[in-house]
């Protein structure tokens, strides 16, 4: 077998007299669509913040691609191909479309140092055509020049998630796509989500369970920060801990 | 908030302006008003100033709270310069922007790791040690600060006449201006401009966020240092009060006014604040009254600072 792109060894953290995370052992496939859910409070979030590099591990430890990446801060992460997109819509509201995009674009190592002083950024046209090309794949291509903050909440969603494929990630992070869009925002995000898997691996969070049995190749479960099951999605559907777990409710 | 941008009227308006100063030091002589021509170098140089700060504050969108430290540096390593036998500012200045520019990188690497309130206290905390480091230290004069024997030599030009250092410090002036225009719109511009929206998504862009914050923080030192070499010719002494933390308050005070955040709003802010208090000095020593209900009016009726009433900072 091959190695895993992401993976999760032993990973503990507590908050106080929390445990939120317990020896929890994860991995991701490269080409996979690796669903985590699990009820409130779970720990998912506390989870993705270890996966990013936003929180620090009490023991444990992250490899992604091939090595260790625990000690690597959230920009760091990002340079070795792990992009995440958040819970809350977190773009530039005050810039264009393209604008968020670009700034993605010339955050990424290969575009070279951002350490210029002099020339205008605007007059990099092949920064600002590649950033066209990842609001065309999100199906933005209609809005590139409106501002952030007058897109559609379903919009932003959808730029959240060009501005990480413009990090060229090897894995997308994606926490809850899915919140807070209407039914027929979340089905065209669905769409999309599926047409990204295509081409990057991806790690989602979300508690829309219809959408995650059918995005996911194989789905985890987190309870009180322990991870009581991974499968695929009939495999979790069955599982009896999972179902108590849930009480039924969703499944 | 969307990423600077030039106005479209505001090359003609600045180049107007420029070549109006240009002709004022004949104009002032021709008039017997020679005394204004110092007044003039002096909001010049506090324009300077304050527009370091704002490219800290405004552009990086970091509240320091100690930028007098770096403006004092440079007046003292201006003083150091001449006492030392270096007398001329094509070595003296860019020497007093280093020293100013490497305390400030000090000073950011330690402060930066902070946030918020904390930032504004250590900041000020590291000005004050500055301060009193300098009042104490005897071979430099003490509280009595380190005058300087003469006026600096620009290449072969003396600065000594009171219209020389004008032009010299509007060259200086004019080329920051340039400087800074053209940095807030190239990559690095926009790379702080949205740390200062957004600091956690930069991270998650792959952006070292602590570095460019970290460069800002210099650069706006480096270029205070530069103010504080002209303001040391001008006055022919390094103060200690110049790294006093009420100066500090006063740039804050003029890019408050003029427009945090807008590429003129530092000068704006020196210049109406400098006039303000030329005015009313003479007429009452509790002129700050009227500084306060000046600084109320624009709190009250132009919160984003006189340069926003002249148009907005985007398209």
Redesign the interface.
């Known amino acids: 077998m091959t190695e895993a792109l992401l993976d999760v060894r032993n990973l503990s953290r507590r908050f106080a007299a929390v445990d939120a995370l317990q020896a929890v052992n994860f991995s991701v496939e490269a080409g996979e669509v690796h669903a985590l859910i699990g009820p409130n409070g779970a720990g998912k979030t506390t989870f993705i913040h270890h996966v990013s590099g936003a929180l620090q591990p009490d023991s444990g430890s992250v490899h992604f691609a091939g090595r260790d990446v625990t000690k690597l801060s959230m920009h760091q992460r990002v340079a070795v191909g792990m992009a995440r997109s958040y819970q809350i819509t977190n773009v530039f509201l005050g810039l264009s479309a393209l604008d968020n995009v670009a700034l993605a674009v010339q955050g990424r190592q290969d575009a070279g140092s951002s350490f210029r002083f002099w020339r205008p950024a605007r007059s990099e046209t092949a920064m600002f055509e590649e950033a066209r090309s990842y609001l065309e794949q999100t199906g933005l291509a209609q809005r590139i020049d409106t501002i952030a903050g007058n897109l559609a909440h379903g919009e932003q969603r959808a730029l959240e998630l060009a501005m990480a494929l413009a990090t060229k990630p090897k894995m997308l992070l994606l926490d809850e796509p899915m919140a807070g869009t209407g039914p027929e925002e979340s089905a065209r995000m669905v769409e999309l989500i599926e047409h990204l898997a295509r081409h990057v691996t991806i790690l989602l969070v979300e508690h829309d369970m219809a959408a995650v049995f059918r995005l996911a190749d194989r789905i985890s479960v987190l309870v009180n920060g322990r991870l009581i099951c991974t499968g695929t999605p009939d495999d979790v559907r069955a599982d009896p801990e999972v179902r108590r777990a849930y009480l039924g409710d969703h499944l | 908030?969307?990423?600077y941008r030039p106005a479209t009227y505001q090359k003609p308006v600045v180049l107007a302006l420029l070549l109006a100063l240009l002709a004022l030091p004949p104009a002032l002589t021709a008039f017997g008003q020679e005394f204004y021509i110092g007044f003039a170098t002096r909001v010049l140089i506090f324009a300077l100033a304050a527009s370091s700060l704002n490219l800290v504050l405004g552009f990086g969108g970091m509240f320091s709270l100690g930028h007098a430290a770096f403006f004092g540096a440079g007046a003292y390593a201006a003083a150091i310069c001449m006492s030392s036998g270096i007398a001329d500012a094509l070595l003296a200045f860019p020497l007093a922007m280093a020293a100013a520019g490497l305390l400030a990188l000090v000073v950011g690497a330690i402060s930066l790791r902070t946030r918020g309130v904390y930032f504004i206290m250590i900041t000020l905390a590291f000005a004050q040690m500055a301060y009193y480091l300098f009042v104490s230290a005897r071979s430099w004069g003490g509280d009595d600060g380190l005058p300087l024997a003469s006026r600096m030599m620009l290449g072969g030009f003396s600065l000594t006449s009171d219209s020389a250092l004008f032009y010299a410090t509007l060259g200086c002036l004019a080329l920051v201006m340039v400087?800074f225009g053209?940095?807030a719109?190239?990559?690095?511009?926009?790379?702080i401009q949205?740390i200062r929206?957004?600091e956690?998504?930069?991270?998650?862009?792959?952006?070292?966020?602590f570095r460019?914050r970290l460069?800002c923080f210099a650069l706006g030192g480096a270029l205070a240092g530069l103010a504080g070499a002209l303001l040391a010719n001008l006055t022919g002494l390094a103060s200690p009060n110049l790294l006093q933390w009420t100066q500090s308050g006063t740039l804050l005070v003029m890019v408050i006014i003029g427009g945090v955040g807008y590429l003129y709003g530092g000068v704006v802010g020196a210049v109406i604040l400098l006039m303000l208090e030329e005015s009313l000095v003479g007429v009452t020593e509790h002129w700050h009254i009227a500084l306060g209900l000046l600084l109320l009016g624009v709190v009250l009726f132009a919160p984003k600072g006189v340069a926003a009433l002249f148009g907005k900072r985007?398209d």
């Open positions: 908030m969307a990423f400087f053209r940095l719109d190239a990559r690095f511009g926009r790379v949205a929206e957004n956690t998504r930069m991270e998650a862009l792959g952006y070292p966020v460019y460069i985007h």
